[in-house]
């Protein structure tokens, strides 16, 4: 089974920066996709950020030129990791935010489609 594990959520003011990780463990032989989602109260669910295996990184347009998805590629234990850099954090960027990995994993190489738990962003003064 593949587990998902965040970090880097936290309280920040208006304009300031924070740094989400999700790191990614379980046999995976392959990772196809990986992206930043976000949900904030009483709202649906929303793509922030996606990073397929092959094609074009997508960003929702509230955040272009804001944020930044990228993928660790320094070493073989850190390549399943995703980043979500976050700048000119505004109020309306407050809400959970979840990171979501798709590929194959173990011997049989099946697919998995898995979510991280969640890590909370509040931007306030």
């Known amino acids: 089974q593949v587990q998902l594990v965040e970090s880097g959520g936290g309280l920040v003011q208006p304009g300031g920066s924070l740094r989400l990780s999700c790191a990614a463990s379980?046999?995976?032989?392959?990772?196809?996709?990986m992206g930043w989602f976000r949900q904030a109260p009483g709202k649906q669910r929303e793509l922030v950020a996606y990073m397929p295996l092959f094609g074009t990184t997508n960003y929702a347009d509230s955040v272009k030129g804001r944020f930044t998805i990228s993928r660790d590629t320094a070493t073989d234990n850190a390549k399943n990791t995703v980043y979500l850099q976050m700048n000119s954090l505004k109020p309306e960027d407050t809400a959970v935010y979840l990171c979501?990995?798709?590929?194959?994993?173990?011997?049989?190489?099946?697919?998995?489609?898995?979510w991280g738990q969640g890590t909370q962003v509040t931007v306030c003064s």
């Open positions: 379980g046999n995976i032989v392959r990772v196809n996709s």
């Open positions: 979501s990995v798709r590929g194959r994993h173990g011997i049989l190489q099946r697919d998995f489609d898995s």
